[in-house]
């Protein structure tokens, strides 16, 4: 009896899944995310999604153990609020968990809320059991007294029986509420991201074209010719562009931001101490510059202990005082108000050497100080690696990349003014529920967010897995540039090349220029009806608008600028 029960109730939770994917019309994608600690958590995403008593007020229906580890209910004292928790934990995998079927080749986006019972934080991952792979889905820092969520999501390969559960190496009691995990097609999560794309890039807007006295011109013959495209999509660039004419062709015809993948770091500028040379770092930047390229400056220091200038790693804390204050004077003050951007100190999510050194608020030091060198413009980054590509990276989850950021501001209110969060994605098999989950987690930081390192493991699935992390970035909201990491070299590129030696472009190239065109609005013409009004849906970016009309001596020309903040109308005025 109990065997047929089991079998009918898998029967069921089977049919629960397919009934969830051949939904008639697809719900809309939920980008909300917290990084706040709250006194409780909010309502589960999609409603559970597929998980049965998502908010645990059913008590423990639906979920069990894992891996032989002791669950019991929860409630919160003030609110009744119920819960899981998972208690006397002696294992990292023991946790609550519940069984679920997965469909093929479907995107899953995952969010639940966290709580640890006493004592420090706790980093908690997500994790889904398959029938041969236990796959990392998201991570969270949780802490005593409050909830925290985490946001994460994963593909599945192949349909079948599997697994949720959490884990952690801290011992503390882990508290569970508000769990979903949400399934959608492939193109369900495509025309979600079709439906953003056009939201946050694109515009349709009303030119009116005026004879000098205000009059509408009807019949006039209206032109939009792109200019220049706003979203900034880039890519490093490596000191043999100097000499390399076609090189120099090629990446200048494409991109309109860069950084230079090695001239400008510190082993390459100050070679042996007190030798500084930047001679290859100012011609490129004078190249760039020749084109309206932006540059971003990568970096000011670095915080892997592998990457100082051989001088630097042993020198005693006076002299590297000293080395560290004349390479962030030397190096910020000589391209201050000439770049976009700073790295000012790279990964430092994964690495430590001047907080080693110099104690733990030595990157907050560096950035005040970038910041008093370059007053002007210029962001301020934090960048680091696999805050989108691996979710299994506890040092790099949202959580932590958000509590190193606030560290930095806190300690030093000016550096609020001008911070910017850089994602390197370095990827190998992009997980792009993942992916957006931890955009959707970045965002609410409410400062610009850019992919600045962006490559893909070599293999046959290479130009697709790129095509699939830029559509993701371009669509999200947050997102306001992308560079890719592929520098060309006559002996081979970093992981990721997108031309060979002749710079004809390879498939990886292929894809970028595909989407630069399809982000780039064509030209396009028509004439204005009775008021005067010609309608047009364009990308964000510069226009000219050329108007010819009968009544008109010669054809008018203007610039017009279209972004997501301004209005739609414009007067086109002889």
Excluded at 383 to 395: K, R, S, W, Y
Aim: proline share 4%; net charge negative.
């Amino acid at each position: 009896m109990a065997g047929t029960m089991e079998k009918l109730a898998f029967f069921l939770l089977c049919a629960a899944a397919l009934m969830e994917g051949f939904m008639a019309k697809p719900l809309p994608y939920d980008y909300s995310a917290s990084v706040e600690c709250l006194a409780e958590p909010l309502e589960p995403h999609y409603g559970g999604g597929v998980i049965v008593n998502p908010d645990f007020n059913s008590g423990l229906q639906g979920w069990s153990s894992f891996g032989y580890g002791r669950v019991a209910e929860g409630a919160s004292v003030a609110t009744g609020n119920r819960y899981a928790a998972a208690v006397n934990r002696t294992r990292p995998y023991h946790s609550v968990s519940q069984k679920v079927y997965l469909q093929n080749d479907t995107h899953y986006t995952l969010s639940a809320w966290f709580q640890v019972s006493d004592g420090s934080a706790a980093a908690v991952r997500a994790v889904v059991k398959t029938s041969d792979d236990f796959v990392h889905v998201g991570g969270v820092v949780a802490k005593p007294g409050c909830w925290s969520m985490l946001k994460g999501g994963l593909t599945s390969g192949k349909a079948g029986r599997a697994e949720l559960y959490f884990e952690s190496n801290a011992t503390v009691d882990i508290w569970v509420d508000s769990v979903s995990l949400k399934p959608f097609s492939k193109e369900e999560w495509a025309a979600h991201r079709t439906e953003s794309t056009r939201a946050t890039r694109r515009k349709t807007v009303k030119l009116q074209a005026t004879d000098s006295a205000g009059n509408p011109l009807q019949g006039a013959e209206v032109s939009v010719e792109n200019v220049r495209t706003s979203f900034p999509l880039g890519a490093a660039m490596s000191g043999e562009i100097l000499h390399n004419a076609a090189y120099q062709q090629w990446f200048t015809s494409r991109f309109t931001v860069t950084t230079f993948e090695n001239e400008m770091k510190w082993y390459s500028t100050e070679p042996a101490p007190g030798r500084e040379d930047y001679t290859v770092a100012d011609a490129m930047l004078a190249l760039a510059k020749q084109h309206g390229i932006g540059v971003r400056g990568h970096n000011v220091f670095w915080d892997d202990p592998k990457q100082q200038p051989r001088w630097v790693q042993s020198l005693p804390y006076t002299e590297l005082l000293a080395a560290a204050s004349r390479r962030i004077r030397s190096f910020v003050s000589r391209y201050a108000g000439q770049l976009i951007a700073w790295d000012v100190v790279n990964e430092n999510l994964h690495f430590s050497f001047f907080e080693r050194q110099f104690g733990w608020d030595a990157s907050t030091a560096f950035y005040a100080a970038a910041r008093l060198l370059d007053a002007g413009s210029s962001l301020m980054f934090m960048n680091d690696f696999n805050t989108l590509e691996q979710p299994g990276d506890m040092a790099a989850v949202p959580g932590r990349y958000v509590d190193r950021l606030k560290q930095i501001i806190a300690s030093y209110p000016e550096n609020g003014a001008g911070m910017a969060i850089g994602l390197e994605g370095h990827f190998t098999t992009p997980n792009i529920p993942y992916m957006r989950a931890a955009l959707d987690s970045m965002s609410t930081v409410g400062i610009p967010v850019w992919l600045t390192e962006v490559d893909v493991a070599g293999g046959p699935m290479q130009a697709q897995h790129l095509e699939e992390v830029l559509r993701e970035a371009y669509a999200h909201p947050a997102v306001q540039g992308v560079i890719l990491w592929s520098a060309w070299h006559a002996q081979g590129c970093y992981v990721m090349c997108l031309t060979d030696n002749n710079f004809k472009n390879l498939p990886q190239g292929d894809v970028v220029d595909r989407l630069l065109a399809e982000w780039r609005t064509a030209a396009q013409t028509g004439t204005t009806d009775a008021q005067g009004y010609f309608q047009a849906e364009v990308a964000h970016g510069e226009y000219k608008v050329t108007v010819s009309h009968p009544s008109l001596n010669t054809s008018l020309s203007q610039s017009v600028t279209v972004e997501l903040g301004s209005g739609n109308h414009f007067f086109i005025q002889a």
